[in-house]
């Protein structure tokens, strides 16, 4: 692509703009729990809609929504797909050095909770699609950009929209979350586990009457502990990882425990089976049940998302890390991320290559004092704004 063609195009991109969104997006507390994500989303659809696109509010509960909207091409290649989320984690209880809600812009830096994840990706995907739809260049296929409730917890905004049957076929599936621009195209897996040791109560003085569930549970942990995972190194994403990593068991100093409950983060790459993996620990948990007298527990699946991986020789990613060197001066290489993304939801379902790259840092996710680098927010639009060209005229 030569990029001095749409210099023109491009200029439209206003500094100011792109900040005043992301200033507008961050100051909507759309924290999860518990989401209230509908105000915010009305905000994001009134701006598409009076840019011209098809805007259509995807409610999910009365005060939870996501916002699907179309900037229609003729429909002679497949369409793109831009999304980002909405809701953002809780502030925390540390101190801020400006306000975690107020979006202040100081040293070049937009100072706010989810101005990095992912806030700022969203308002660079909006001020690229409003300079689109100015410039009302004939597309063959339709942009289509879906701003997702509930990300950051049961993925509920991309669950719905991705098993709509007007969103395939797309291109691609293109994530604005904070990357720093980089371009990522893998990510790992979720299979996050609940396990429950059961025993019986007694009173503390006279354990013997007892069934301690939560020494059943140190039993369990150390031999889990030890517990060796099929897997195969993948070349983005390297290795399965397993953290055990909440604990809560007993009621009283002096009352022997009758439950222990763990929780278990487990990250997974391609060519693993959440299945084996779960008959695995159920099997420990039975031949532990043969082995030690009285020892009972359960086992529950609490999250479960496959890993995605797309070819870095796919056309169109190749194509993306084209417009990335052109903007940002150095072209990317293949690389994936150990978490997980509204990605595992649609690139899975639209069966369309994964693409992550936003303008926040990844490091600043959840964190106190977060923040995006106002000259990342435009770069980010004039990616968008190039890649929607490349692909779609």
């Not at 008959?279 to 043969?290: F, H, K, S, T």
Request: one cysteine or more; hydrophobic letters at 45%.
């Amino acid at each position: 692509m030569a990029r001095e063609k749409y210099e023109d195009l491009l200029s439209q991109i206003q500094e100011a703009e792109v900040v005043s969104l992301c200033r507008d997006l961050v100051r909507f507390k759309s924290v999860n729990p518990p989401g209230n994500e509908l105000e915010i989303a009305e905000y994001v659809a009134g701006i598409l809609r009076e840019a011209g696109l098809i805007v259509e509010m995807v409610p999910h509960t009365p005060t939870r929504a996501s916002v699907l909207a179309r900037l229609k091409g003729s429909g002679e290649v497949p369409a793109l797909l831009y999304t980002g989320h909405l809701d953002v984690v809780p502030v925390g209880a540390e101190e801020w050095l400006y306000d975690p809600f107020g979006g202040e812009v100081v040293e070049g830096k937009l100072w706010g909770r989810g101005s990095s994840d992912m806030k700022g990706g969203d308002a660079a995907m909006i001020a690229a699609t409003k300079v689109l739809a100015a410039a009302n260049l004939p597309l063959k296929g339709d942009l289509i950009l879906a701003f997702t409730a509930g990300e950051e917890g049961e993925q509920l905004g991309a669950a719905e929209i991705a098993a709509r049957p007007d969103v395939a076929p797309v291109q691609a599936v293109v994530v604005a979350e904070p990357s720093h621009n980089d371009v990522y195209i893998a990510e790992k897996g979720a299979f996050w586990l609940q396990i429950t040791t059961h025993g019986k109560t007694a009173h503390g003085s006279m354990p013997h009457l007892g069934r301690n569930a939560i020494m059943m549970m140190v039993a369990l942990l150390s031999e889990l502990d030890s517990q060796a995972v099929p897997y195969e190194e993948h070349p983005l994403l390297g290795g399965f990882t397993r953290s055990i990593n909440t604990i809560a068991g007993g009621v009283k100093t002096n009352v022997v425990p009758d439950q222990c409950t763990v929780t278990i983060d487990q990250r997974t790459v391609p060519g693993q089976d959440h299945q084996a993996i779960l008959r695995q620990v159920e099997e420990l948990i039975a031949d532990l049940g043969r082995r030690l007298p009285d020892f009972r527990a359960s086992v529950e699946v609490i999250n479960d998302r496959i890993p995605v991986a797309s070819s870095p020789e796919e056309p169109v990613i190749q194509r993306f890390y084209d417009v990335v060197a052109e903007v940002v001066g150095e072209r990317p290489v293949p690389k994936g991320v150990n978490y997980y993304t509204d990605g595992v939801v649609f690139a899975p379902a639209l069966k369309a290559p994964l693409i992550i790259c936003g303008p926040g840092d990844a490091k600043l996710a959840h964190q106190p004092n977060e923040y995006v680098e106002v000259a990342k927010l435009v770069e980010a639009a004039k990616i968008f704004t190039l890649v929607a060209i490349q692909l779609l005229t």
